[in-house]
């Protein structure tokens, strides 16, 4: 969206705005405030023209406008019905050199995980890809990926649903260990979210990330893996709109406070003080998970003493 278009939409969330009135405040004539609203008319935004003038009165329900409508982050909204990946699609604007853009989709029909897993996208969800250019070493964008576990877990918790995040970046409803089954055990819940970061860079600096984020929001459980469930399964169906504005919001305060990210994962994490066995390149790491450190390490206590393992698949191990 242009800056007139998101200027026009600020305003009008404001409050009654004359034509006149918006077309001095921006600089620009009263026949482009006009087309301006047309625009916004066209794109499902009801607004009314009144004695003392435009009155918004509807918002639609999703999409672009709609999410960068009272948006608390310098973000531009980017949204498609339907799309492979937003990852994909998010790579492409960063090769261009788009920095702050959120691709958003209401579907997705060639979405991945981590290591090429695939990531079952129906209509109804929230598939969301941040671009990003943060002037940060590689090292650091671990950190990124729990910030956007935080801003994830947050968001869904406001929604009324108990998320908790899984060492590094699986946002899960726990299951208690009775009631786990084959598809829950190793993972102590069922998943909610998942993230993946993508990044370019040079040894000492990051040149553009992707951070990936997909929330199963309004979808039914059965349409997706086992083992996965929905807000619309816990909590009923929410507001895509407010939900994705909250994510992206957080994430932002997040990057702007990185002291604030370990401290905030930590509270919301389903690891720490448990027994896990970490699968790592360097081979399989077993003890109780005590801490996680910068970028985003998981400190585990073991046998021999304390290990810190910065990679691998974790498994949630029954207590002893
Ligand atoms: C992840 O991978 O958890 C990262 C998922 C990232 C998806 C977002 S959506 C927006 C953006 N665009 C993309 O193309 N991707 C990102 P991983 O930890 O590898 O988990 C993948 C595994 O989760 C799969 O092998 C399935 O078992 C399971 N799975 C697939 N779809 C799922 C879903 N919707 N909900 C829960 N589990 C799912």
């Not at 800056?3 to 009654?16: E, I, M, P, S």
């Not at 998010?90 to 050199?97: K, S, V, Y």
């Not at 853009?101 to 991945?112: H, N």
């Not at 059965?222 to 619309?232: D, K, Q, S, V, Y």
Request: hydrophobic fraction near 40%; aromatic fraction near 4%.
């Amino acid at each position: 969206m242009s800056d007139t278009r998101r200027a026009v939409l600020d305003a009008l969330a404001d409050g009654v705005v004359s034509g006149p009135a918006l077309a001095e405040a921006l600089g620009i004539s009263r026949a482009a405030v006009w087309k301006q609203i047309e625009a916004l008319r066209a794109d499902g935004f009801v607004v009314e023209s009144t004695d003392a003038g435009y009155e918004l009165r509807d918002v639609p329900e999703y999409g672009a406008s709609a999410v960068e409508l009272g948006l608390d982050a310098p973000v531009a909204v980017e949204y498609h019905e339907r799309v492979g990946s937003t990852n994909d699609r998010g790579r492409e604007l960063a090769a261009e050199g788009a920095a702050d853009v959120a691709v958003l989709a209401d579907e997705q029909v060639g979405s991945r995980g981590r290591l090429d897993r695939e990531w079952t996208a129906p209509s109804g969800g929230i598939w969301l890809s941040l671009v990003l250019r943060p002037s940060r070493p590689p090292a650091h964008v671990p950190l990124f990926t729990l910030a956007a576990a935080v801003a994830t877990t947050k968001a869904a918790r406001e929604a009324g649903v108990p998320a908790e995040i899984k060492w590094p970046n699986d946002v899960l409803v726990p299951v208690s260990d009775g009631a786990a089954d084959g598809e829950t055990l190793g993972r102590g819940g069922r998943k909610l979210a998942g993230i993946l970061t993508e990044m370019e860079g040079e040894a000492d600096r990051v040149s553009w990330l992707v951070v990936g984020i997909g929330v199963n929001a309004n979808v039914d459980a059965e349409a997706l893996p086992a083992g996965a469930t929905t807000i619309r399964e816990r909590a009923g169906d929410v507001n895509r709109r407010l939900f994705a504005q909250r994510l992206i919001e957080e994430f932002y305060a997040l990057r702007d406070d990185p002291e604030s990210v370990l401290p905030a994962w930590r509270e919301y994490s389903a690891t720490l003080g448990r027994r896990v066995r970490v699968e790592t390149p360097g081979g399989s790491v077993e003890g109780e998970a005590v801490d996680v450190v910068h970028p985003g390490a998981l400190v585990v206590d073991t046998d021999d003493g304390e290990v810190t393992v910065h990679a691998g698949d974790c498994e949630h191990l029954r207590s002893a």
